[in-house]
């Protein structure tokens, strides 16, 4: 009888206790209780992430996990590391990490799992020291329908650089090589600037407007700009209406409504692509608590929420996992997206 009952203590503890490993360390069993989730952004004031928090905030409503958002005061490698070993040292249990510069966060990031963290990244698909990184699309192909939407404000035809917000951005980088892409297989009319064929913003939207200046004074017959930071699509607009060059210069890229609905209001930006940052801050806590919990990841992984309820691995990859996310706003449907 004695042995009975100890074995049912035991059940009971299993239960209640979550024991975790990510082949890379294993720490103490700890109640869901316990648990702190905590999402690391680019730019803790950078409105795009500002959004993100409200998924995060969203995903402790429902689950009743302690899941919150901590970044760096502006998008810097050096401070988002920074605030990374913080939270280590805090005893965090998972860290979802969108990085500014994924080579950057290689060690910060290999110490947390080193420590048995759970680490879940995005728009970080070439990202070695994580589980997981969620993706809200494919890559290539979202890029290839930011220059469907830009060929199509263009006429077909013109001269077209792309625009990212840091060089070592990856997804960034990855968007633009996938415009590229598309551009020459379906726009034979339009061409890449090849003097510049890809500008940095510094994820900035004064840097963008400056740079447009730059770009329009130096290249009169420069057409279209793809932009891939949402800060590039606003700063964009504002060189193209200070110029005059509306109706002649065209950009598109992800972007704010809060941002863009002047710009797209006028009419000088006719299109922005993007997907919800709170989907993606809700889906990465999603994803962290199913590891923490010990739950298989696979293809069809459901994390809660349209975009990511059939998540695929990519090809090739048992890393990267991607949704279908995006979507594209204009002065039409603007009004439906209050971020």
């Known amino acids: 009888m004695m042995l009975k009952k100890t074995l049912l203590l035991m059940l009971v503890a299993c239960t209640t206790f979550a024991v975790f490993a990510n082949g890379e360390g294993e720490r103490q069993p700890k109640p869901e209780s316990e648990w702190k989730i905590a999402l690391v952004p680019k730019d803790s004031t950078n409105a795009w992430f500002v959004r993100m928090e409200v998924g995060v905030k969203e995903f402790a409503a429902d689950s009743g996990l302690n899941a919150f958002q901590k970044g760096p005061a502006k998008t810097d490698a050096a ?7 913080d939270l280590i040292a805090q005893d ?13 966060l290689e060690p910060v990031l290999g110490e947390a ?8 990244t995005h728009e970080a698909s070439f990202q070695e020291n994580t589980m997981y990184d969620i993706e809200a699309f494919n890559n290539a192909d979202y890029g290839a329908f ?12 013109g001269e077209y650089t792309t625009m990212v917000g840091h ?3 990856a997804s960034h980088n990855e968007w633009a090589d996938g415009g590229v892409a598309r551009a020459a297989e379906a726009y034979p009319n339009i061409t890449l600037l090849d003097s510049e064929p890809r500008v940095e913003s510094e994820d900035n939207m004064e840097r963008a407007y400056e740079k447009a200046k730059e770009l329009f004074k130096k290249y009169p017959n420069l057409k279209g700009v793809l932009g891939t ?9 504002r060189a193209i209406e200070e110029m005059g060059l509306k109706d002649k210069v065209f950009v598109a890229g992800t972007g704010l409504v809060s941002e863009c609905r002047p710009f797209l209001e006028s009419g000088t ?5 993007l997907w919800d940052p709170k989907d993606a801050g809700y889906a990465m806590c999603s ?47 603007m009004d439906e997206y209050n971020f």
């Open 146 to 157: 930011i220059m469907d939407n830009l060929a199509k404000a263009m006429g077909g035809e």
């Open 167 to 169: 060089v070592t951005n």
């Open 92 to 104: 965090v249990d998972a860290l979802c990490v969108v990085p500014v510069d994924p080579a950057a």
């Open 79 to 85: 401070m988002q590391v920074q605030v990374i070993q």
């Open 269 to 273: 930006l006719q299109y922005i692509t």
């Open 229 to 237: 930071s949402s800060k590039d699509a606003p700063g964009v607009s």
């Open 287 to 333: 994803l962290a608590a199913k590891i923490l919990r010990g739950e298989e990841v696979a293809d069809g992984l459901d994390l809660g929420l349209p975009g990511y309820e059939n998540m695929q691995f990519a090809p090739g990859s048992d890393k990267v996992l991607i949704g279908s996310g995006w979507i594209v706003m204009d002065k039409n449907n």
């Open 113 to 120: 799992m080193d420590k048995g963290i759970v680490v879940v």
